[in-house]
């Protein structure tokens, strides 16, 4: 398949986004420089009229990269729109500098909705990141919504252990700082690691957590755009 690259989508004034180039220790500045701008307090619509998820996945063994974006009705989860924006893979790069391999393509993709959502929940981490800028805070920071992370594993900190009951969350602390929490969405699911990105207080962001998530592990939101980012049963990251 003949997929070009990324085009790049509409931002927030003033904020660059470059795509990922290999330069780590560029990275790595912008993401310190960038996290001061995150904002971990409440400051999206209420009550939520329309709630996104995105994440991304690969197809072609990988040598496509695919960003899938799906709109639902906060209060019914019907959905509204889904969208898929493609492009050729770019070099692989750490995880904790994600953000910068698949930014540009999940813009993308929110562009191509039928409407900006009141907030959106991430596949990747928050704040709780080395830099305090995971893939959920660099998309809040550059689009301007609120954003709250949802990883399956902790990229930075440690937590108490945590009860087996569904909606129990431990504080997941960096270096005497809580930066999100372990949630057990599930009875006997591993937990996930939930963090605010963008506009979302720390408390909210495990509440809005479990309010989007019905049976699965994973809020629905999110569900639903794995499912389409994996193309059902294909490739995963």
């Not at 960003?67 to 959905?79: C, F, I, K, R, S």
């Not at 562009?111 to 009141?118: F, V, W």
């Not at 960096?174 to 057990?184: H, N, S």
């Amino acid at each position: 398949m003949d997929v070009p690259p990324a085009s790049q989508p509409r931002h927030e004034p003033g904020l660059a986004m470059p795509g990922w180039d290999g330069n780590v220790a560029g990275a790595q500045s912008l993401q310190r420089e960038w996290a001061r701008r995150v904002v971990v307090r409440d400051d999206f619509h209420e009550p939520l009229r329309t709630v996104a998820g995105l994440d991304v996945g690969l197809e072609d063994g990988g040598t496509v990269t695919r960003a899938a974006a799906v709109l639902l009705d906060a209060g019914t989860l019907e959905v509204i729109g889904e969208q898929v924006a493609r492009a050729a893979s770019a070099a692989p790069c750490p995880p904790d500098l994600r953000s910068f391999h698949d930014l540009p393509l999940l813009l993308q993709a929110l562009e191509m909705l039928p409407q900006r959502p009141d907030l959106v929940l991430v596949q990747g981490h928050g704040i709780a990141h080395p830099r305090r800028l995971g893939l959920a805070s660099h998309f809040g920071v550059v689009a301007g919504l609120a954003s709250v992370g949802i990883a399956g594993s902790i990229l930075v900190g440690t937590a108490a252990p945590l009860h087996d009951i569904r909606g129990a969350h431990t504080p997941l602390r960096d270096g005497g700082q809580q930066v999100g929490w372990l949630l057990r969405s599930r009875h006997g699911g591993e937990p996930l690691v939930v963090s605010p990105g963008h506009r979302v207080s720390m408390t909210a962001a495990a509440q809005l957590a479990m309010r989007f998530t019905t049976s699965d592990r994973v809020p629905e939101p999110i569900r639903l755009a794995n499912r389409i980012a994996s193309h059902l049963d294909g490739p995963r990251r």
